[in-house]
């Protein structure tokens, strides 16, 4: 049992609570392959293999970065509970002596729950890494395959999200990402079903008022 469920004076409250923490010692936390693979790794920001896979590096750098932060707070608290252990040997006063162990459990439980976290960023960078080595043709990129391999990805991305990218970004990035004859397209067809974006209102306001 729990020391924490001590607080609570009700029997089946306690059994609740004590269902509770079985759950969440069983529960992964982290994100899903599913969930990575269709909302992380989608289709519509990442329709390329190279889009995805670029983002499953990313990911992994992210993962790696939250790695060593956890190894530090773990680290740093289990430093704290060796300083705890020899204050609770030389502690005379009963209360001080309990005292000290309490912080001691609190620094225990803290270093339990990094050590979850940790296993969810395993978790996760096994999926992020999987999409990585699933495509070893991009490992050795030159710049400009690289650089030819982004555009695309960015180009269909834009395709995918065209009125987001245009008001973002303008008709001079609509016309790099899908070229002049295509964004003129485009552009007859969105003012058509959709109409006018803000600013093309504001402009036209501009044009009456002169």
Known sequence: MNKALE?????????????????????YSGMTPIQIENFVLNDIEFPTPYGKFEQAKFELVSRYQQLVDLYYEIKEREIK????????????????????ELQKEKLE??????????????????VFYRVYQEHPEFHKLTPEKAFQLEAENWARKTLNMPTIFEERYGKDYMIKALGEENYQKYLELRRKNFGLLPREMFEVKQLKEK
């Open 7 to 27: 607080i609570i004076q009700d029997k089946e409250d306690k059994k609740m609570f004590q269902s509770i923490i079985d759950l969440i010692e069983k529960t």
């Open 81 to 100: 509970i060796k300083q705890q252990e020899r204050k609770i040997e030389k502690a005379k006063d009963d209360l001080e002596k309990e005292l000290l």
């Open 109 to 126: 439980i803290q270093i339990v729950n990094l050590k979850r976290r940790l296993k969810t960023i395993i978790g996760e960078a096994k």
